[in-house]
């Protein structure tokens, strides 16, 4: 385990700080997390804190979209077919989801194909374009997928298809022969907002093709979709997928989690119901609602998950829900032996240095990310899970702060048969006979760029606070800054020498306990510390997000603690 942590002080301009508060009208600790988040002009914070539908930059922009609209306009006019191909995860399943169903509306007639993640594999597969071309489809459309596609994207125009590639991943340096690769990361890109989900490529592609088709009259005797009514799968797949939750992003997210909440979509209700959700927020997103749909595509076949949100209120979704429900807990168990045989094998390897690297033959490939991201957050560093399989092994990896993973691939790759993904987490092949000199290089590439400061986990805060600040007030406004997540972190403060009161265990795993200073006396929750419970002794540095606890018709301010340690004497 790290023993340390580094509190990291996240830095905000006194003057920008004063003129925020005076300019909009929000207290000091609301205004101080704003700048802190980018938003330090009055302007560009009101923008923030008011997002609306309408400040959606021009879906034109994202490169090739005019050519992927027309070949989709010709597409309805002609009534040919047209094929979805998403991916199995939770961005690829809300994506094809939200084509599908979207395209159906406009008059399309449209099939979909989601790629087993063990017999397909990563990607845009073979076997599917030659499905869809022996169907009678005359269009290929992706999502979340396809940029690195070269061999299939070849096939697809052997076969008489074209191809249009929407995707969200970095692009390899030579791009797939297609008839339009619609992806914010080229570098003619001129999207002001790069970092979208998959999902949001595709809404995008949906909003420019509704406005071409309403210019062309196509609506004047059909039904224009109202394309809101599928935020609440932009939402999900954009959670799920953990891109920044700043900029276009948090505009989708933020009125997506409104329509999640609300549950009209049958097979979002359906879903809550198994996953025991009453209100949807970022979080319940991220670890009840996204597991279940994700567990049939780690475990079984994702397709399933396309069909329980496509489902409509006279199906049988109970059944799929629960089906799913059954999967995810599974998958947990999966989950739970396959890191404790991960840990071993660190504990009983050599000395940690700036990366791990694992491999297994019993390891199944659907649960090794999840592993990968709980081993950076036991020891830190970058990890890679590899499950091997007939000379075969495939790999997910997951990164800490400041080291690029995708970029690191490209340095340290040379072994590998292929990869793709983003900074934070990427996938990866390579023959089981190439693990040991893929290890060296990847260790040699993390040596090279992370030094001994940078392997100490990060905890970031929005500065030092007295207790009496946090005032009821004070926390419902900085609610107001949700949605919550990567890019947009909740506010999280730290106070200094504090005494704590009557601390106890709850739940096995948690702490509970009050602290005092200067009059002022507030309870806190620390989730999974129950361990350092011999810790809490003398007065202590709290590192907390402050938040409102209800309880029996009740609410109060509360800490949720993240950190703690022995004030300096």
Known sequence: MIPQKRWVERQADAVQVATLGTELGVMPLTARALVSRGQQTPQSAHDFLHAKLSSLPDPDLLPDMAVAV?????????????????????DGITGTTLLVESLRAFGAEV?????????????????????AAKGGCALVLTVDCGVSALLEADLAAELGLDLIVTDHHQAPEKLPSCLALVNPHLSHNRFPWPDLAGVGVAFFLLLSLRRRLRENGWFKERTEPDLRQGLDLVALGTIADMVPLGGVNRVLVRFGLHLLDEGKRPGIAALK???????VTC???????????????????????VQLLLGTAAEPLAEQAAYLDRCNRERQQLEEQTLYEAIAAVEEGAAVKHSLVLAAEEWHPGVIGIVASRLVERYYRPT??????????????????????????GRAGASLDSFGGHAAAAGLSLKAAHLDEFRADFERVAAEALTAEDLLPRLEHDGEIELPELQMAAVLQLAELAPFGIGNPQPAFVCCRLDVVSPQIVGEKHLRFRVSAKGGQLGCIAFGLADRFDQLVGPVDLLFRPEINSFRGRDSVQLQVIDFRPSPR
């Open 384 to 409: 890679v899970m590899i499950a091997l399989a007939d000379g075969v092994g495939k790999g997910s990896a997951r990164s800490v702060h400041g080291f690029h993973l995708f970029a690191a691939l």
């Open 273 to 279: 119901q198994v996953a025991e959700v009453t209100k």
């Open 283 to 305: 979080g319940t997103v991220g670890f009840r609602l996204a597991p279940r749909l994700n567990a049939a595509g780690r475990l079984d076949d994702a397709t399933r998950g």
């Open 111 to 131: 099939e979909y194909h989601i790629p087993s993640r063990m017999t397909d594999g990563y990607g845009l597969s073979g076997e599917a374009i030659r499905r």
């Open 70 to 90: 027309a070949r989709l306009e010709e597409a309805l006019i002609k009534g040919e077919r047209i094929a979805v191909h998403g991916d199995y995860d939770v």
